[in-house]
């Protein structure tokens, strides 16, 4: 009879609180995605959709396609298999992709935990004592005896109504950090395969000078060699064997700098496949071995706040900076709590659920904040001021996103043009190079006019080198400039879905 008493009211009450605080609005802004820029160019003037091309590797023209989407796996379209098993061995082991997917399983855990308060919560306790009374203060209520058991179990419930949705705002800001995670996530993959690529151009443009070096170094061995012939001849000084011997040093000088960096890329590919440095990679990168992307994507300022894991991190950080102004006002205004419980007691665990044995009681309270030294209306100034912060931070991001993309589509446009001028002064200098070679051997070259062509060869050489990696180097940057394409993959639609 207790228990029906008791149950009888606590759920009606109970379902009562269920239904205001589901039926009440949420206090502060209601979020709303800001608008997505309206630009429909990267530059005042249009930028040329066709690149210049050059006739050696890396030289195709490239073409920019805005109704091409980018490939989930982008790093594919170089065409290189050590490239692509690489990159899916980093994707494997690095540890800050590992980081991420736990930073992402945690703020989600939170959010669940935060979901949690909309539900009343209920608890369970049983308790025995044994107690020893004075005699005179025995009570005769049951067995008049001054040492006894008491053996009490009870549930108890309580439940804080969402009047003001509080708690929604709160589980709503949780939701847009987690969602903040998951872009973080997808920026470290970003981050990581573009990492791994530019490590490998990088690495094939060193092994590219270390080339052209070494042909630098053969060239000038054999000049040495003429100029000490003719030097026993009588037909050159001491001077000109001199000069040439230092400037076949020089060049020597600048191969251990190289290797020092191409050792360092090698390191750094190591680090980012979750390997330490004395781990052997057996992929080697060079020019040739990789395949410049012909046909590039190119999207509207207005796709890249849906595809750019920066811009969208950001966005969910406005978002959740929005609803903490509603928890702020929330928590000025009344609470309402009810408890109840329920139970039985008695001195024998055995009469625990005898008649006469059960209590219940139901209450409720309001709470009120009254004067808290203006605590909660400096909160809620604070919450709104960080709402204001997080707006202009977004507005930002997306500018620099642009920027990043419109700097990206400039180079390419400015190194393909770079490396057709370099291709072209290289051969006119190899020509050059040649025909004084000949002259020298003749003798109808000076010394001084031999070591110009030797150096205008040189400088052509490595600039080659470098305009070509250039290239390869923009495309990477205009990939990560759009986002990756991470819409794409697959395994990032599986953590979009088990998020939820």
Request: proline fraction near 4%; charge should be negative.
């Amino acid at each position: 009879m207790t228990q029906t008493l008791f149950r009888h009211p606590l759920r009606t009450m109970l379902a009562m609180g269920i239904t205001l605080a589901l039926g009440a609005c949420a206090v502060g802004p209601d979020y709303k995605r800001p608008q997505a820029p309206d630009a429909k160019e990267y530059a005042p003037t249009p930028i040329a959709r066709d690149t210049a091309s050059a006739t050696g590797p890396g030289g195709e023209s490239q073409h920019l396609l805005q109704s091409m989407d980018i490939p989930g796996q982008w790093w594919t379209m170089f065409h290189s298999a050590p490239l692509n098993a690489l990159i899916e061995d980093a994707l494997k082991h690095n540890a800050d992709v590992e980081a991420a997917h736990a930073s992402l399983k945690a703020a989600w855990e939170a959010a669940y935990a935060q979901r949690g308060a909309y539900f009343p919560q209920v608890n369970g306790n049983v308790n025995t004592t044994r107690t020893d009374t004075a005699n005179d203060v025995a009570s005769n209520a049951s067995s008049n005896a001054s040492l006894y058991n008491l053996t009490t179990a009870q549930v108890s419930v309580s439940y804080v109504l969402d009047l003001w949705g509080g708690n929604r705002r709160q589980v709503e800001s949780l939701v847009a950090q987690a969602n903040q995670q998951r872009f973080q996530l997808e920026a470290t993959y970003l981050t990581l395969t573009s990492n791994v690529v530019n490590a490998a151009i990088q690495e094939a443009s060193l092994r590219g000078q270390i080339q052209a070096t070494q042909q630098i170094i053969d060239a000038q061995t054999q000049i040495l060699a003429t100029l000490q012939r003719q030097h026993a001849l009588g037909d050159v000084s001491d001077a000109d064997v001199a000069a040439q011997v230092t400037t076949l040093e020089q060049a020597k000088a600048t191969l251990p700098p190289l290797d020092k960096q191409l050792a360092q890329q090698r390191d750094l590919l190591a680090t980012l496949t979750g390997r330490t440095p004395e781990q052997r990679i057996d992929t080697q990168f060079t020019l040739d071995s990789l395949q410049l992307p012909t046909d590039l994507p190119v999207s509207l300022p207005a796709q890249l706040v849906e595809q750019r894991p920066d811009v969208r991190m950001s966005e969910e950080q406005l978002h959740s900076a929005s609803a903490q102004v509603g928890v702020a006002i929330a928590n000025r205004l009344p609470n309402v709590q009810i408890d109840a419980s329920f139970g039985r007691t008695s001195e024998k665990a055995s009469q625990l659920f005898s008649a006469g044995n059960g209590f219940w009681n139901l209450g409720a309270s309001v709470t009120q904040p009254l004067i808290d030294g203006g605590t909660l209306k400096h909160k809620q100034r604070g919450a709104e001021a960080q709402l204001q912060q997080a707006a202009a931070q977004y507005r930002s991001t997306v500018l620099q996103a642009v920027q990043n993309v419109a700097d990206t589509l400039h180079a390419i446009d400015a190194d393909a043009r770079a490396l057709e001028a370099s291709e072209r002064a290289e051969r006119a200098a190899s020509r050059s190079l040649d025909v004084a070679k000949r002259q020298l051997a003749l003798g109808d070259l000076s010394e001084s006019a031999m070591l110009n062509s030797e150096l205008a060869w040189q400088q052509t050489a490595l600039a080659l080198v470098q305009a070509r990696a250039a290239r390869y180097a923009d495309t990477v940057a205009l990939f990560q400039a759009l986002g990756g394409g991470w819409w794409h993959r697959q395994d990032a639609q599986d953590v979009a879905a088990s998020s939820h």
